[in-house]
């Protein structure tokens, strides 16, 4: 069944793309064998096939050849159908191999190797993958993290739609509803970001995918997003990403071998002497209280800070809380 | 390999499938005049039957009316296949958007990741040209990986790999908390999700190491060419960089809503909702250190409830830091 389907569907394909005038319906019909008999079967399984080539992303066109057809008709423009001339030098053709691998154990492995099967068959200069020699064989880049909310925005961001979906802010309990116009998608970091306009907020907003929670559902037609000139997504996720400037000053005590990336950005060490022998007194600039008290909390009894009064007092909150 | 289906028989594919596989492999075969059936099987994932099967396919298409005929024409001979005439499929078919943003996506991480950056830039503009107006979204992808630009270790880890030659490193241990210096035979760049690692013999180990450019604080390039013994297994980096070994522990947290975020960051192996924004995950992990500190991190906001030697250590870790400010 599927095989008669898929020849169909192939002959639809190759009159389509040589006839220079739109078919009719009736028309197609007549050339393409097995249509059925029956008007109405042939109706639906027509308005079928005409879907699932326009999926394939398969270029039908609907129209009129001249004012006196009285019948819509379909057609496929070879120049929107063909792959336009591609020729890969060798360097290039190494580089597309490792790139069509990235995708290997996540969302997007039949896109990426769709892409490159359409490319190789597009001429042999592809093949200079197989070159051993030529390929730069010393890095493998990949993507391994599945966003289950990933294809749906990247589908919106392409199509211009807005979107809705509830998103788990970190240390809330209950999840917002949001309503959101994607510009683009991210990865920093090795995590993916969605950025836009949120229309409920009524400002640019950027989210992370991993905090949406439940299915993402469109909410608009195709190009009813309006992107605004000079946005620039990138910067958007870095702004929400940067961490504060670093304007405090902390006074610790390291036990010596101890605390090494702590040392890295110290800016004054002096060994202590007497009863605390074996420690050193290290200064250093911190940003935010809250989140270097976590951060010094987990290097446990190698260090402690004696100064400033609040970031000694969150340090110790966080050890007591680690005792129950 | 052949790809079976779950009950061990062919894997069904869907009329659709089949299409966009035929359109891809008619011009694959026109364009090279003869193609080995092995080859061109190989090349599309499936077994030499199923590529006859579909080259049948295409074969059989007869188009009726006004006068009947066979718009494709094909003959097989010694093992090789030549289609003589192919009309209007002699072309692939245009990437799709999905097929190109993909692409594109792969690219532009190559190019962040420290591929061969000036063919990498060339490979975008082609495939961009090459897709038209499916790369509409380009400009809303982008890709940053951590501490890529940062320090000088992920050139000289790049001179060491083009060149061949040993390192010495300086590496910092985080679990540990500990520097070790050693030399290191470099195979390959890793760049998964955002993080990159030099894979390669480790000198000191005698055995094959990951080392987290980010830790990496130091690293010379060595005039020794790197050598690699016939025993060395490389990662596959298809199946995670990470394989979980029996000899792991797992570890089970519970976490307060504050502290959702180590369900992000850590892979779980089971994550349970407790209500009020609170989890219990499992978690894998070769070296307990490791969560003994994050316990410590999140204090109240997290408790490890098993083992409970683990448990008991994070205790006594607290209590010994707590001792300090007596």
Same mark, same amino acid.
């Given at each position: ?31 393409? @064998? ?6 109405? +079967? ?22 009129? +050849? @001249? ?16 792959? *336009? ?19 290997? @154990? ?59 979906? @509830? ?14 116009? *994607? ?37 608009? *037609? ?103 | ?115 061969? &950056? ?33 320090? &000088? ?174």
């Amino acid at each position: 069944m599927s095989k008669r389907r898929t020849e169909r569907l192939l002959s639809i394909v190759v009159l389509l793309l040589s006839s220079r005038r739109y078919l009719s319906a009736e028309q197609i019909r007549a050339s393409v @064998s097995g249509y059925p008999e029956a008007e109405e +079967s042939f109706k639906r399984m027509f308005e079928r096939d005409k879907e699932e080539l326009r999926e394939l992303g398969i270029p039908l066109e609907t129209g009129k +050849s @001249s004012a006196f057809d009285d019948e819509i008709g379909y057609r496929i423009r070879r120049q929107d159908y063909e792959l *336009p001339e591609i020729q890969l030098a060798p360097d290039e053709a190494a580089m597309l191999g490792i790139a069509s691998r990235v995708w290997q @154990s996540a969302g997007l492995e039949g896109a990426a190797a769709g892409a490159l099967l359409k490319l190789k068959a597009a001429g042999r200069e592809v093949d200079g993958e197989d070159d051993g020699t030529r390929l730069n064989r010393s890095i493998e880049p990949r993507f391994t993290t599945q966003e289950p909310s990933f294809g749906v925005l990247w589908e919106a961001v392409r199509d211009k739609r807005p979107v809705t979906f @509830s998103h788990l802010a970190p240390g809330r309990s209950d999840a917002s509803q949001r309503e959101l116009e *994607p510009w683009g998608v991210v990865n920093r970091r090795g995590r993916w970001y969605v950025a836009g306009y949120d229309r409920v907020r009524e400002a640019p907003r950027v989210f992370r995918m991993s905090r949406i929670t439940g299915p993402v559902k469109m909410a608009g *037609p195709p190009g009813s997003v309006k992107v605004p000139d000079g946005a620039d997504v990138r910067e958007m996720v870095k702004d929400w990403d940067r961490t504060p400037p670093r304007d405090r000053t902390a006074v610790l005590r390291i036990r010596k071998d101890a605390g090494v990336v702590l040392r890295r950005w110290a800016r004054e060490v002096t060994p202590e002497t007497g009863p605390v022998a074996g420690w050193d007194r290290v200064t250093l600039s911190f940003a935010d209280a809250g989140w270097y008290a976590e951060y010094l909390a987990s290097f446990g009894p190698d260090i402690m800070v004696l100064d400033p009064p609040d970031l000694r007092e969150a340090v110790i909150t966080r050890l007591k809380g680690a005792l129950t | 390999m052949t790809v079976t289906g779950p009950a061990g028989g062919p894997r069904m594919v869907t009329s659709a499938e089949r299409l966009r596989r035929l359109l891809a492999l008619v011009p694959y075969v026109v364009a090279r005049q003869a193609v080995g059936l092995a080859e061109a099987a190989a090349t599309f994932g499936m077994t030499e039957r199923e590529l006859i099967d579909d080259l049948n396919l295409a074969w059989c298409v007869e188009l009726k009316s006004p006068e009947p005929y066979c718009p494709i024409d094909l003959s097989y001979e010694d093992g090789l296949v030549t289609i003589s005439q192919a009309e209007s499929i002699a072309r692939p078919l245009r990437l799709a958007a999905d097929e190109a943003s993909a692409l594109l996506v792969a690219l532009r991480m190559l190019a962040e990741a420290g591929g061969d &950056g000036d063919a990498v830039t060339r490979l975008i503009a082609k495939i961009e040209d090459a897709a038209g107006a499916s790369a509409a979204a380009r400009s809303q992808v982008s890709i940053q990986i951590e501490g890529s630009n940062e320090s &000088g270790v992920p050139a000289a880890i790049d001179a060491a790999l083009a060149a061949g030659k040993r390192v010495h490193l300086r590496h910092y241990n985080h679990s540990r908390d500990e520097v070790t210096e050693r030399d290191v035979d470099p195979k390959r760049l890793l760049v998964v999700d955002g993080r990159s690692y030099l894979e390669g013999w480790c000198r000191r180990a005698e055995a094959v190491r990951k080392f987290r450019l980010d830790r990496v604080l130091d690293v010379t390039v060595l005039d020794v060419p790197a050598s690699f013994p016939e025993e060395a297994e490389w990662a596959d980096v298809d199946a995670g960089l990470f394989q979980p070994s029996e000899a792991d522990v797992l570890v089970e947290l519970e976490l307060a809503a504050g502290a959702r975020w180590v369900a992000e960051y850590y892979r779980c192996e089971s994550m349970i909702d407790l209500g009020e924004g609170r989890l219990r995950v499992a978690i894998r992990t070769p070296d307990t250190g490791l969560i003994r500190r994050l316990a410590l991190r999140l204090g109240e906001e997290g408790r490890v409830t098993a083992p409970a030697e683990l448990a008991a250590e994070v205790r006594s870790a607290a209590a010994a830091a707590l001792a300090l400010y007596d």
